[in-house]
């Protein structure tokens, strides 16, 4: 059983910044990527940042690029998404997703439960 568990969501006014964290726990083997999507109300689901183990260059969407950097610590299977400038638009529920391996099954798609984000004044 994995679980990924986000934190760090809330309310912020336009131009500050937060910190999102996503803790992944269980029998994990391997993780291969790991990123964060976000979800609008009425909008698709869209990815926003996605680090690649083992490749330097990490993704960004373009609405985000230059404001929010994606890490991972991956001794302690953590990842966090430092938000910066926050927009109106950033408003969304934010999702932490790994694509991993548990012992004995082949790699596929975990998602958090998702984080409230919401930039207002």
């Known amino acids: 059983q994995v679980q990924l568990v986000e934190s760090g969501g809330g309310l912020v006014q336009p131009g500050g910044s937060l910190r999102l964290s996503c803790a992944a726990s269980?029998?994990?083997?391997?993780?291969?990527?790991m990123g964060w999507y976000r979800q609008a109300p009425g909008k698709e689901r869209e990815l926003v940042a996605r680090i690649i183990t083992g490749v330097n260059t990490n993704y960004y969407a373009d609405s985000v690029k230059g404001r929010f950097t994606i890490s991972r610590d991956t001794a302690k299977n953590m990842l966090y998404l430092q938000m910066n400038s926050l927009k109106p638009e950033d408003t969304a529920v934010y999702y932490c997703?790994?694509?991993?391996?548990?012992?004995?099954?082949?790699?596929?798609?975990?998602w958090g439960q998702g984080i409230q984000v919401t930039v207002s004044s």
């Open positions: 997703n790994a694509f991993l391996s548990i012992m004995g099954q082949s790699a596929r798609q975990y």
């Open positions: 269980g029998n994990i083997f391997s993780i291969y990527n």
